[in-house]
């Protein structure tokens, strides 16, 4: 097997492997977001430590894909990688751009359950601003004289 044949069959492992924990990472996302709505704390500390671990696990992989790409002489990048895989010809390459696609597409599916966790935090922190320092002139609890 060649230079070449060696660094293409890493970054095919790579891309299948993120994509299994691209998968992982949309499920721990979605559970993250039931327990911000129970503001369980316990769970979501524990799932903020796995979705942190899958996250360094990603950047790995994303950090060997970058150097594979210099080896190429490519750039390290998204286009980068679009010519490497164009270079791909036959299964390898249909593999290879299949892989690249659904990694790209669970990658938009995480990014949009993370804005949406996210909108739920901004929510609960308004809340409890208003909760706590009053909105603005409106008083939560009026005093009544008896």
């Known amino acids: 097997m060649s230079q070449r044949e060696k660094?293409?069959?890493?970054?095919?492992d790579d891309l299948q492997q993120d994509c299994s924990d691209y998968r992982s990472l949309r499920e721990l996302m979605q559970m993250l977001y039931g327990h911000l709505l129970e503001r369980d704390v316990p769970e979501i500390e524990r799932i903020n430590a796995q979705i942190d671990n899958r996250i360094e696990v990603l950047a790995?992989?994303?950090?060997?894909?970058?150097?594979?790409?210099?080896?190429?002489?490519?750039?390290?990048t998204g286009p980068g990688m679009q010519r490497l895989l164009a270079s791909c010809p036959g299964e390898?390459?249909?593999?290879l751009q299949r892989h690249w696609q659904q990694l790209g597409d669970l990658a938009r599916q995480?990014?949009?359950?993370?804005?949406?966790n996210g909108?739920?935090?901004a929510m609960h922190h308004e809340i409890l601003q208003q909760l706590l320092l009053g909105n603005q002139g409106a008083q939560l609890y009026t005093h009544q004289a008896y």
């Not at 790995?60 to 390290?76: G, H, I, M, N, Y």
């Not at 390898?92 to 593999?95: K, L, M, P």
């Not at 995480?110 to 949406?116: T, V």
């Open 7 to 12: 660094l293409l069959a890493v970054v095919d």
């Open 60 to 76: 790995a992989r994303a950090q060997r894909r970058s150097k594979v790409l210099t080896a190429f002489r490519l750039e390290a």
């Open 110 to 116: 995480c990014q949009q359950l993370n804005e949406r």
């Open 92 to 95: 390898r390459g249909e593999a």
């Open 119 to 121: 909108r739920l935090l």
